[in-house]
Structures are given as structure tokens and as C-alpha cells.
């Protein structure tokens, strides 16, 4: 079975710190993706990273894959109110397949 | 382009009473389609995913099944509901290459 663990679980920050949320692995993942998902909607894509070592970048949201592609981390700079959701990452396996994190909930206060 | 509908979008139903859930895609032929589980706050558990009409692959041994009967069609269903079965359920499709598109989900509670 395919397991991704994310750490912290839960993060409570305030207005304009910085944060980093990880996405780890023992299974290698053909791509991994990030999604943030408000209450009572699905879940949103926030960005796709394919190649190990990939870095990508949404605005103040940085994306990296790991070299060996089982691990991923998420990190937000100058975090806003905004930011607060649910952050889950999902590795897809088997092309038709995506196991998704444990979650890592985030609440930033004005 | 592309939409998927799924309801009812929060249901209360007695334990060993029936369920149905239903999601529709449009916009596309032939999608991914999947149902997945979700424990509050927490991710997301696959339950089942489709590749194509009648073809059901089922993650974890449980009380649910799933159905295809049309290509845009999903649906998740369960002869008698235990009170394990409360959380709330996303259905999403994608196509080769894409990321998944989720419904809004149902949230089930069993009484």
C-alpha cells in the first residue's frame, strides 16, 4: 500500500510568517500533485511536479519534488489569511491512481 | 467545458438503510472516475476508480460498492449503512494527463 505522510498535521501561524509543509513518502511516484481544499468543497489543484529535484513556484508558494521523487514540501512565504485551508498532496502511481497525504491543515490570523 | 455534479450534497440516513450516491461528468468522454473518503480535516482515501463502463477497481475491502452504468455515470451505493460509514465523499474524474476534478462532495452521516 501506498502511503504519503505530510508534517506538521496542523500549523497556526500569524500574518506574514513563513512556513514549510512536507509530503514524505517510501513509494516512488511517477508525479506528485498539491491541492488546498476549503470546507465542504474538494479539493483544488495547486500544481503539478514531475521531475525529481523539480522546483516550482505559484506566487508566494513554492513547490520542490525530491530527487528520488517519493518526498515533496510546500513552502509559503509571508503567509496571508488567505492561505488557510487544508493542504493535501497526492502522488500519482500507476498513471491511473492518486494516493493522496494525510493533510496538513493551516490557519493564519491577521 | 468540462463539469461534474454530485448529490445530494449532505445526507442523514439510519444505520442499515440504503445509499445511494450519484455523479455525473460532462464535457468529456470516456473519464477517470474515482470515489474517495474523507475523514474530517484529513486526507483523502481512495474507494473506488473507474476506467471505463462496468469496470470498477476497489480499493479497501468494505460495506460500499461502486457502478458505471454510463460512460459520464458514477455512483456509489451501499446495501445497509453502518455508522463507520459517516464522512464526507468525493467523487472526481480526470482524463489521460490531467489532474483530478472534484465534485463538492456529500457529507453522510448514519444515525
Known amino acids: 500500500t501506498q502511503l504519503l505522510e505530510q508534517s506538521p498535521q496542523f500549523l497556526s501561524i500569524q500574518e506574514g510568517e513563513n512556513l514549510t509543509v512536507y509530503c514524505n513518502s517510501s513509494s516512488v511516484f511517477s508525479s506528485l500533485q498539491w491541492y488546498r481544499q476549503e470546507p465542504g468543497e474538494g479539493p483544488v489543484l495547486l500544481v503539478t511536479v514531475v521531475t525529481g529535484g523539480e522546483v516550482k513556484k505559484l506566487k508566494r508558494l513554492t513547490f520542490q519534488f525530491g530527487d528520488a521523487r517519493k518526498d515533496s514540501s510546500l513552502h509559503i512565504t509571508a503567509a496571508q489569511p488567505g492561505d488557510t485551508g487544508l493542504y493535501l498532496c497526492a502522488g500519482v502511481w500507476n498513471t491511473d491512481k492518486l494516493i493522496f497525504g494525510t493533510g496538513t491543515r493551516l490557519q493564519v490570523f491577521p | 467545458s468540462q463539469t461534474i455534479h454530485q448529490w445530494p450534497a449532505t445526507l442523514v440516513q439510519p444505520v442499515g438503510s440504503p445509499l445511494s450516491l450519484e455523479c455525473t461528468v460532462e464535457?468529456?468522454?470516456?473519464?477517470?472516475l474515482y470515489w474517495y473518503r474523507q475523514a474530517a480535516g484529513r486526507g483523502l482515501q481512495l474507494l473506488f476508480y473507474?476506467?471505463?463502463?462496468?469496470?470498477i477497481s476497489s480499493e479497501v475491502p468494505q460495506n460500499l460498492s461502486a457502478s458505471r452504468p454510463q460512460d459520464r455515470q458514477f455512483i456509489l451505493s451501499s446495501k445497509k449503512l453502518l455508522l463507520s460509514d459517516s464522512g464526507f465523499y468525493l467523487c472526481?474524474?480526470?482524463?489521460?494527463?490531467?489532474?483530478?476534478?472534484f465534485g463538492n462532495g456529500t457529507r453522510l452521516t448514519v444515525t
Open positions: 472526481a474524474w480526470s482524463a489521460l494527463g490531467s489532474p483530478l476534478h
Open positions: 464535457g468529456t468522454s470516456n473519464p477517470n
Open positions: 473507474s476506467v471505463g463502463i462496468g469496470q
